[in-house]
């Protein structure tokens, strides 16, 4: 390592240089492609996730240098240390240990001297039996009836990539429970649920790491109101998931089941530990839910392990961060070609831009370079008829298309035009990532495509638990990756509390004016005043 700053340093203006030649004709996708050996030399296979590269608009000394980059950070030996329980959470003083959540070897795992494998180990333990007896009917509701309806309370990390992997698994569902999410604090949202599930046969699994989230606990008084108007006692159908000693871990208030979650997963990476497992064990069983987990580990040893030039995730981070910082595109658009992965996008939006969209260093110094990109994204072939039209001929950006060899539902074989369905996505998936490299010249200007516009493919076999907990962890990977190479924290998120802060001024304003309909608002803020007086 070195005292100079990332921008200070000769391989970062080598870089540079780079991505000025890049803008070269010579250098345009279409020529690039014609080299031979191209889409070999630009793709890995990342245990069973295939990563191609090959659209991206790097060549040989590119990856050479980013290579090089990834040596000079240190990036695998800083995830190695990680996944050992370093406290690569500096501003918080902990450690980030998402991967022992999935981790089945022997191996321990240290957090300030303490191994944490037998507290994790404990907590599967207690999901298995317990999703087991939910659907044994051994656990009922407070009428004897079986639970039929999960509802999730729970906001961000608490629930989106849960969310994902059940809606990705949601072939698989076969307990005979419907899985509902109950995020956001919009009345409207709690009444939409409540309309499609009975009372008697719901279970509520109130998601919150401090038991304080204004949202969560906002929607759990309106949960508790909902089953008290019914007759129902509210503690035979509430389970928390919580951490240790928090008020949803209070034998004062007691529920069906408290699983812990603990500080050294933050919520965005905590779709493997308890956060998940209790949601999708008792939506998909736990056997599913422990094949998604080592998926997962399977990826986690791959980007610890892995030299670097076969090192999937961290091929895509160096790759992001040749996007971002030097040929400065500034979104990333993802779009699977599966609807099952509806909701990667959204979780990925987390995942990545509250990771990553930092402003300061480690050390508390000013970043000299753009952290973090937008994401953002929708299912092909829908995707084709929402923004594509941008992509092709407006503001380019990069995509990561995802592609699935072998469909959920593969019994549906009906042909047009000669094709199946599946086919005919296909033909999609393999032509947008095609047109967008090469472009076209059309008679009219309006017709020509520039092309020159890069895109990564990533493909799996199928949709199975563990395909999607690969693909869970190489998005993670690749965030903490990137964050690495940026020497920022990819686990903090001091960036969502300064208007945690202010609606707890204004929620104080509301209250005193709910008290006494005399009260006159603040005047300091003429805008803040017009916008209460539309709520009132």
Known sequence: MTDLTLTQTPLWRKLAASAEKMALPDYHLSQLLKKKNRFEQYSVSAGRLFYDYSRQRVDEQVMGYL????????????????????????????????????????????????????????????????????????????????????????????????????????????????????????????????????????????????????????????????????????????????????????????????????????????????????????????????????????????????????????????????????????????????????????????LYMESNGKAVTLKGLPVDVKTGVIVFGEPGTNAQHSFFQLAHQGRPFPIDFIGVRRPQYDEYTATFKGVTNHQELWANLIAQSQALAMGSSGERPARSFPGNRPSATIVLDDLSPENIGRLLSFYEARTVFEAFVWDINPFDQFGVELGKTMASDIRNEIARKNEDPDYIWDNRDPIRRFYLNQLF
């Open 67 to 350: 290579l090089e980059l990834a040596e000079l950070r240190g990036l695998i030996k800083k995830f190695r240390d990680m996944m050992s329980g370093a406290h690569v959470n500096e501003t918080e003083k902990r450690a980030a240990l998402h991967t022992a959540a999935r981790q089945f070897s022997d191996t321990p795992v240290y957090d300030n001297g303490r191994n944490v494998m037998s507290e994790i180990k404990a907590v599967r333990e207690k999901i298995k039996s317990f999703t087991e007896a939910v659907h044994k009917g051994d656990i009922r509701g407070s009428t004897g009836m079986p639970f039929r309806d999960i509802v999730v309370v729970g906001i961000g990390g608490s629930y989106l990539g849960t969310e994902f992997i059940a809606t990705a698994l949601e072939g698989l569902a076969d307990k005979g429970v419907a899985l509902h999410f109950l995020s956001n604090v919009d009345i409207d949202n709690f009444g939409r649920i409540v309309s499609r599930i009975v009372a008697e046969t719901t279970l509520w699994i109130v998601i919150s790491k401090s038991y304080t989230t204004m949202e969560t606990i906002a929607n759990l008084n309106q949960a508790r109101a909902f089953m008290t108007e019914r007759g129902l006692k509210p503690e035979d159908h509430l389970v928390t998931v919580t951490s240790k000693g928090s008020p949803g871990d209070d034998p004062n208030n007691p529920a069906l089941a408290t699983f812990h979650m603990f500080d050294y997963i933050g919520g965005r990476f905590s779709a493997t530990s308890a956060v998940g497992g209790v949601p999708l064990s008792l939506y998909l069983g736990w056997d599913r839910f422990e094949r998604l987990l080592k998926g997962a580990e399977e990826m986690d040893l791959h980007a610890a392990s892995a030299p670097a030039p076969q090192n999937g995730p961290l091929t895509a981070a160096l790759i992001g961060i040749w996007n971002n910082n030097f040929l400065r595109y500034e979104t990333q658009g993802i779009v699977a070609y599966a609807s099952a992965l509806s909701r990667l996008a959204p979780h990925i939006q987390q």
